[in-house]
């Protein structure tokens, strides 16, 4: 089976940088990917990582350690509209659907 | 814009009430899903569809089937709501490769009375 774990929840001011951390137990999987869902919208693609090592799309970064079971989102410059929930996602092997952390609820305060 | 439609936004049934949710897209993707999401909780996969090949959740419940007449179409049917099933259906559509990310609907929100 399938199980990744994310912080429930991570509070950070305007401009800071924030980690929010995804640690998995898969028999195996095709990458990681990152969603990014707002309060009452529909999740929003971030970021994969089919590789080990750092991927970056402007302030976003994501990164992955398959020998750690590890990986994570990096947010930098945080603005008020940061403010959402973050899953971790992973297509395990032999699929074609996600399978979803269980979220990180991010807080942005001014 | 190439998008993924769901409607309607907002639907109310009553308990033991069939309800149909339907889902649309532009993207002429190969799969179709449909996820269950609670207040505070992640989005569960209930099936999917790639292209006319349904899969099945092992722990989806009965309750709940799916029909897919075209490439551009997807219905989640309820067959007797019950309270617990209130929640956002997300539909999503994907290429169906391994790394193609997920295009999801704004969701349906069902309210079960």
């Known amino acids: 089976g399938q199980s990744l774990e994310q912080p429930s929840e991570v509070t950070a001011v305007e401009g800071a940088i924030v980690q929010i951390n995804c640690t998995y137990q898969?028999?195996?999987?095709?990458?990681l990917s990152w969603y990014q869902q707002h309060d009452g919208g529909a999740p929003t693609f971030l970021s994969y990582?089919?590789?080990?090592g750092l991927e970056e799309t402007g302030r976003f970064s994501s990164f992955l350690s398959r020998s750690d079971s590890y990986g994570y989102l990096l947010l930098q410059e945080l603005q008020m509209k940061d403010s959402a929930s973050y899953f971790c996602?992973?297509?395990?092997?032999?699929?074609?659907?996600?399978?979803f952390g269980s979220g990180t609820r991010l807080q942005v305060q001014p | 814009d190439a998008m993924v439609i769901q409607n309607p936004r907002y639907q109310v049934t009553q308990f033991g009430k069939p309800v149909t949710l339907s889902c649309s897209q532009t993207?002429?993707?190969?799969?179709m899903y449909w996820y269950q999401q609670k207040s505070s909780q992640a989005p569960k996969l209930l099936f999917h569809?790639?292209?006319?090949?349904?899969?099945n959740e092992a722990d989806t419940p009965d309750n709940f089937q799916s029909r897919r007449p075209n490439t551009s179409f997807c219905f989640l049917d309820i067959r007797s709501p019950g309270l617990g099933d209130a929640a956002m259906y997300l539909c999503?559509?994907?290429?169906?490769?391994?790394?193609?990310?997920?295009?999801f609907g704004n969701g349906t929100r069902l309210t079960v009375t």
């Open positions: 993207l002429n993707h190969n799969v």
């Open positions: 569809y790639y292209d006319k090949d349904f899969n």
């Open positions: 990582n089919a590789l080990d």
């Open positions: 898969t028999s195996g999987f095709y990458g």
């Open positions: 996602a992973v297509t395990p092997a032999g699929r074609r659907a996600l399978t």
């Open positions: 999503a559509t994907s290429s169906g490769t391994g790394n193609s990310p997920l295009h």
